[in-house]
């Protein structure tokens, strides 16, 4: 195989054409330098009117996760405010039980609710101690505030309460102001109001009077607050008068309490008895 030697005259010609395109591309570009600045200005317009939509589209996005973020973090402020003003309601409950506690001459046993059915007429609430911890049927739950109902059934580590909103609730109740008596009932129609009947037209009556156990039926103890008295109604053809009452303890909040180990007074059951018996 022969090889070509390569010879200087032989690149004379392509040495002189590449020569002859620099000096025109030179001489080009010298001769038209404003056409050049215009099209570099045109150039730099047309890429500052694309990056203007394209940087607002940046800020948007950035904006949008910015915005995105203050949710997340306002979401779990929210929350832990919340749980602050659970737990700050939960302390001042608990407070007022301790206080409650302290002042009451009763033995009393706290409990927990850990089960609510108040959507019915037959409500019931269960609460986290039985006869393991002496409790027994028709003992009182009541929280500092008052009167909540007794205990129907009792077992080793859960009891039953029958609650104030019970169309079998039934508690002997008296006018603080001026003693006069009557039964306390729920009438199944509104929650939020209760009812004490059998109180004589010819007792004065206003709202804001407060109402509590009148411990004549032997079945709660004397005294504990029931409601405030919101309105009266005089009964058609009858000598006594409908009170109504606003409870003092809110059953939907209720979280905690008290069970009253009250037991019936013997000797009274003892005369009830005899009384009966008399007449059999």
Do not use: C
């Amino acid at each position: 195989m022969r090889f070509r030697s390569f010879n200087l005259s032989d690149a004379k010609d392509y040495i002189l054409t590449a020569f002859i395109l620099v000096f025109a591309l030179s001489l080009m570009i010298s001769r038209h330098q404003g056409g050049i600045d215009s099209l570099r200005k045109a150039s730099i317009t047309t890429m500052s009117l694309l990056e203007e939509p394209l940087s607002n589209i940046r800020v948007y996005r950035q904006a949008l996760n910015t915005n995105n973020y203050l949710e997340r973090q306002n979401i779990l402020l929210q929350d832990e405010l919340s749980r602050l003003r659970s737990v700050e309601k939960e302390n001042q409950e608990l407070r007022k039980l301790l206080g409650y506690r302290q002042d009451n001459p009763f033995d009393l046993t706290p409990v927990s609710i850990v089960g609510k059915q108040l959507s019915g007429m037959n409500n019931v609430i269960t609460v986290d101690a039985g006869t393991d911890e002496g409790l027994e049927e028709g003992m009182p739950l009541v929280t500092s505030n008052g009167l909540v109902g007794k205990i129907i059934l009792a077992g080793k580590h859960y009891s039953q309460v029958m609650p104030y909103y019970n169309s079998l609730f039934r508690v002997s109740a008296k006018i603080q102001v001026n003693q006069a008596n009557g039964i306390v009932s729920w009438p199944g129609e509104h929650y939020g109001e209760l009812v004490m009947n059998f109180v004589p037209k010819t007792i004065e009556v206003d709202s804001g009077f407060v109402v509590v156990t009148s411990g004549s039926s032997n079945q709660f103890p004397d005294g504990i607050p029931i409601g405030t008295v919101t309105r009266t109604i005089p009964e058609p053809g009858k000598e006594t008068q409908q009170i109504f009452l606003n409870p003092n303890v809110m059953l939907a909040d209720l979280a905690q309490g008290f069970i009253i180990k009250f037991k019936p007074d013997s000797s009274i059951i003892q005369l009830q008895q005899q009384y009966n018996r008399l007449f059999e």
